[in-house]
């Protein structure tokens, strides 16, 4: 018995060694290195960088070398990017456990930015699908950059003629990831109805656009502030949050979308219909377990219950950007733009980002 105890108390002492250290390694962060020199006679273009984690503090507006196409890529002069979420996780490296993909101590790649819109200045020799002065839009690591590279079979697509530049960029990430958690994980139908807890941010304005899009009953939950503007892109009925809360209103709904997360899964499963879904985008702030808990408890949760809640976490295809790009033509879906940036200031547009209160997407402008 003794003997047992002994292992156990091992096996104990080494998972709390080895978690230790896993956590020591993966917060800890590098200071920022020095710009590496750039060789003379080389082409340059404006970029931001960030050589550390940190806060917008950590993020340079200098000079680097523009790239060229390989033989399967394609150049593009940027017009216009958009900031996102997804931007501001990477800056910080938070929470810590992307840091296994990022990069341990400080980032791998030092560019920033994924949304952008723009023209084809050059293309590989292999390329078949655009050529030179082709209108263009689609995500790139590095965006926040005079140009980017990328290759023509990645998430690039043709702008249509009636859509702006800055509309096409603020498309990419938030609207696929409301496109894809309405349609492939929600399973919205004609006629059903759906709520979106969040509907004026970035993501949430595209899912109430495209909710209408498919036919929906669309509910929106947001500030004061935004209730008309929420109305006036499509939703239904609108909640003020300040004033109702959704999950005592004693309405049902075959889908929620939520991009808040203020609420328990109890209290929203209070309000679906008996087979209905919950989708989870995002979670909530934190370096460590905050924003896993929220997956954690709906894994738990979806065996014991007939309602599904799940998270969603979006893919950048290109035949999905084909599809938004539809949406923007005919008018049923159109961005909603709450500030714009010079690329010298994409460090004041992601503070303004990650105060959390922005109404459709923040710009940078590079016109």
Same mark, same amino acid.
């Given at each position: ?6 292992i156990?108390?091992?096996i104990?002492? +080494? ?11 993966l917060g800890?962060?590098?200071a920022?290195?020095?710009?590496p ?12 960088v960030?050589?550390?984690?940190g806060?917008p ?5 200098v000079?680097?070398a523009?790239p ?8 593009v002069k940027?017009h216009a ?10 800056m910080?490296?938070?929470?810590y ?7 341990l101590g ?5 560019r920033?930015?994924?949304?952008f819109?723009?023209t084809?200045e050059?293309?590989g020799?292999d390329?078949?699908? %655009?050529?030179?002065?082709d209108?263009?839009f689609?995500?790139s690591?590095?965006a926040f ?5 990328m ?13 702006t ?5 603020a498309a990419?990430?938030? &609207?696929?990831? &409301?496109l894809?958690a309405?349609?492939?994980k929600?399973?919205l139908?004609?006629?059903q109805?759906v709520l ?8 949430g ?6 909710a209408?899009? %498919?036919g929906a009953?669309?509910?929106?939950v947001?500030?004061t502030?935004?209730?008309?503007m ?5 939703a239904?009925?609108? %909640?003020?949050?300040t004033?109702e809360?959704?999950?005592e ?11 808040v ?11 679906l219909?008996?087979d209905?879904? +919950?989708?989870?985008?995002?979670? &909530? ?10 997956p954690?408890k &709906?894994?738990?949760?979806?065996p014991?219950v007939?309602?599904? %809640?799940?998270?969603?976490i979006a893919k ?7 599809i ?6 005919t008018g049923q ?8 940036y010079?690329?010298?200031?994409v460090?004041?547009?992601i ?9 459709g997407?923040?710009i940078?402008?590079?016109e």
């Amino acid at each position: 018995m003794k003997l047992r105890y002994k292992i156990t108390g091992g096996i104990l002492i +080494f998972l709390a060694v080895a978690i230790s250290s896993l956590a020591l390694v993966l917060g800890y962060t590098s200071a920022c290195e020095p710009a590496p020199a750039v060789s003379d006679g080389t082409q340059l273009m404006k970029a931001i960088v960030y050589r550390c984690y940190g806060s917008p503090d950590v993020l340079e507006f200098v000079d680097v070398a523009k790239p060229t196409p390989a033989d399967d890529e394609v150049l593009v002069k940027v017009h216009a990017a958009a900031v996102n979420p997804y931007d501001w996780h990477y800056m910080r490296g938070s929470p810590y456990l992307m840091r296994l993909g990022s990069g341990l101590g400080a980032p791998k790649n030092t560019r920033l930015g994924v949304d952008f819109a723009g023209t084809v200045e050059a293309v590989g020799s292999d390329v078949k699908r %655009f050529m030179p002065g082709d209108e263009v839009f689609g995500g790139s690591n590095g965006a926040f950059a005079e140009y980017v590279t990328m290759g023509e079979d990645r998430a690039l697509v043709m702008k249509p003629a009636d859509v702006t530049f800055e509309q096409a960029a603020a498309a990419p990430i938030a &609207a696929i990831t &409301a496109l894809q958690a309405l349609r492939d994980k929600g399973k919205l139908e004609p006629g059903q109805k759906v709520l979106i807890n969040g509907a004026s941010g970035g993501v949430g304005t595209f899912a109430v656009q495209i909710a209408k899009s %498919f036919g929906a009953e669309v509910t929106g939950v947001c500030s004061t502030r935004n209730v008309e503007m929420v109305r006036s892109i499509g939703a239904d009925h609108v %909640f003020d949050y300040t004033k109702e809360d959704y999950t005592e209103s004693g309405k049902r709904y075959d889908l929620i979308v939520d991009m808040v997360g203020n609420h328990s899964l109890l209290a929203n499963r209070g309000v679906l219909t008996p087979d209905g879904k +919950f989708v989870m985008i995002g979670g &909530a702030k934190g370096n460590w377990l905050a924003p896993l808990m929220g997956p954690i408890k &709906a894994l738990v949760l979806s065996p014991f219950v007939g309602q599904e %809640f799940g998270l969603m976490i979006a893919k950048m295809k290109q035949e999905d950007l084909t599809i938004l790009g539809g949406l923007m033509q005919t008018g049923q879906v159109t961005p909603v733009i709450d500030s714009r940036y010079r690329l010298s200031e994409v460090a004041d547009a992601i503070r303004h980002s990650e105060e959390g209160h922005a109404r459709g997407k923040i710009i940078i402008d590079l016109e």
